[in-house]
């Protein structure tokens, strides 16, 4: 069993005046180590952006850009039929944006992680993922992807020697195959249920599919989602377990 694993929420992903989720950003924060911040496309006005990393450096929380389709109005959920370079350089204006106000709070950019629609996005679209993956060598061969094991963008950036982060939704349903569901919405979870699907995959790298299957599962980070109704109780019964089986949470270090 391992002894320290990654917890990475989505952060920022609010506009202006509107709140996405229960507004429990400041809550969650001191309880992950990995914070996904939107940038602008989906959700995340600069203001915003620039709130969510200074949180973020006070709690010691290691900072990923969040990218993701031009879609506020679907915050991102939506998928938008695209180039494959139009794509590319939406996300590298993010990753500029967000880099400019964590340069100037004294942050080094930890990782990248596509959001919504345009991760799902990458996990199937092989041109998408071989042009991300040449754009982010040309721009920010650094940065780590966080992505899905066996994806494209997996296979892509592999190919190109980028590191990459494999992870594990906790507030989402496997399929047979070890493939997360995508949706749109979420109802509320049972933290507690929750908890115990975190603990069997950190202990034995397995996940029940919708269909009752155990399927394995590889990954160095778990993905909790900050606009999960409840996702505060969720982090904290997550990490409650996790400290209680020996398991520190940890930013992921490549």
């Given amino acids: 069993m391992i002894d320290s694993i990654d917890l990475n929420t989505d952060m920022g992903e609010s506009l202006g005046a509107w709140t996405i989720g229960d507004g429990v950003d400041s809550s969650i924060l001191p309880l992950i180590s990995t914070a996904n911040v939107a940038a602008g496309f989906h959700a995340g006005d600069p203001s915003t952006m620039a709130r969510t990393l200074s949180e973020a450096r006070q709690n010691g929380v290691a900072v990923g850009v969040h990218p993701g389709f031009n879609d506020l109005v679907g915050f991102g959920r939506r998928h938008i039929d695209a180039a494959p370079e139009e794509l590319v350089n939406d996300v590298l204006y993010q990753l500029g944006a967000l880099r400019e106000l964590a340069k100037r709070e004294g942050i080094a950019l930890h990782h990248i992680k596509l959001h919504g629609a345009l991760y799902m996005h990458g996990v199937r679209d092989r041109c998408f993922a071989s042009a991300l993956s040449t754009g982010l060598y ?16 997996d296979f892509a950036a592999k190919k190109l020697g980028l590191q990459r982060v494999h992870e594990f939704y906790a507030d989402r349903d496997y399929d047979e195959q070890g493939n997360i569901i995508f949706v749109r919405r979420i109802d509320r979870l049972n933290p507690s249920h929750i908890a115990q699907k975190v603990l069997l995959a950190c202990r034995e790298n397995l996940v029940k599919s919708i269909h009752g299957k155990t399927v394995p599962v590889s990954f160095q980070s778990i993905c909790i989602h900050s606009d999960t109704p409840g996702a505060l109780d969720i982090v904290k019964a997550v990490r409650t377990s996790l400290n209680e089986a020996g398991i520190h949470i940890k930013a992921f270090k490549n």
């Avoid at 721009?139 to 992505?147: D, F, G, K, V």
Wanted: hydrophobic share 45%; proline share 12%.
């Fill in 138 to 153: 040309a721009s920010a061969p650094e940065l780590p992807i966080y992505c899905l094991a066996g994806s494209e963008l």
